[in-house]
């Protein structure tokens, strides 16, 4: 029976906001990169993670944001220490909090839905991997959309060192829901990577569901749950 929910965020709750990748790429351009045309620097910041991902995904780390940077850097001959790297970052932490991810749902039906869950006696949380933006920073995106007090906790990759679909990854969810006196066969993680969410769920003995960004099923699945 179930009787907690793990939700994946990317692509699962919400998407990138295109106005802070456009602000990202003319902030790098203006102060570092101004020889380097808009699209190469494009190019290379989504090469340098998509690399991170498979890297991160394969191995079970995960790569900090500063190193992802550093790795930008070093693409076009350029050095920078890991306190310039962690500056950039919160110049531009600033910038995603100003234009954060947008949810593919309507928020207010999302926090009734995830109320009337927990009304029915259900706990539940973020499992999220993380790149270029920190767990701390997605808390706070969390805090701005008044979302925190609907999850019991939240698990982000950079914050253990471990990505989806790794077991340790997983190994922490389990030991967060023994917290909450839910067993390992009671939760139910959802997510839209088959790689990550899927397999890394079922390889560890937790039941998964796969949804799919264009179908916006999700609410009508927790829904589901309540019933």
Not at 27 to 41: D, G, P, R, V, Y
Not at 52 to 59: F, L
Not at 129 to 135: L, P, S, V
Not at 139 to 155: E, H, M, P, Q, S
């Amino acid at each position: 029976m179930i009787k907690h929910i793990s939700l994946d965020f990317w692509n699962t709750l919400m998407v990138s906001n295109k106005i802070f990748s456009k602000l990202r790429l003319d902030f790098l351009k203006k102060e570092f990169f101004q020889n380097i045309s808009i699209e190469e620097l494009s190019i290379q910041i989504e090469t340098i993670g998509d690399e991170s991902d498979t890297i991160n995904m394969k191995e079970g780390i995960s790569i900090p944001s500063e190193v992802m940077y550093q790795r930008l850097f070093s693409k076009f001959g350029l050095e920078i220490t890991t306190t310039q790297a962690e500056k950039i970052y919160n110049d531009l932490e600033v910038l995603f909090l100003d234009n954060p991810p947008i949810s593919i749902y309507d928020l207010d039906q999302l926090k009734r839905c995830l109320k009337n869950l927990r009304d029915n006696g259900y706990t539940s949380n973020i499992s999220s991997n993380t790149a270029y933006i920190k767990g701390r920073t997605l808390r706070k995106v969390f805090k701005k959309y008044d979302l925190l007090d609907y999850f019991d906790f939240l698990i982000f990759s950079d914050e253990i060192n471990s990505s989806k679909p790794s077991s340790k990854f997983f190994k922490e969810l389990e030991r967060e829901c023994k917290n909450l006196n839910v067993s390992k066969n009671s939760i139910l993680h959802i997510g839209d990577s088959f790689e990550a969410d899927v397999k890394g769920a079922e390889a560890f003995k937790i039941k998964s569901k796969l949804i799919n960004i264009d179908d916006k099923k999700l609410i009508q699945l927790l829904i589901g749950l309540e019933n």
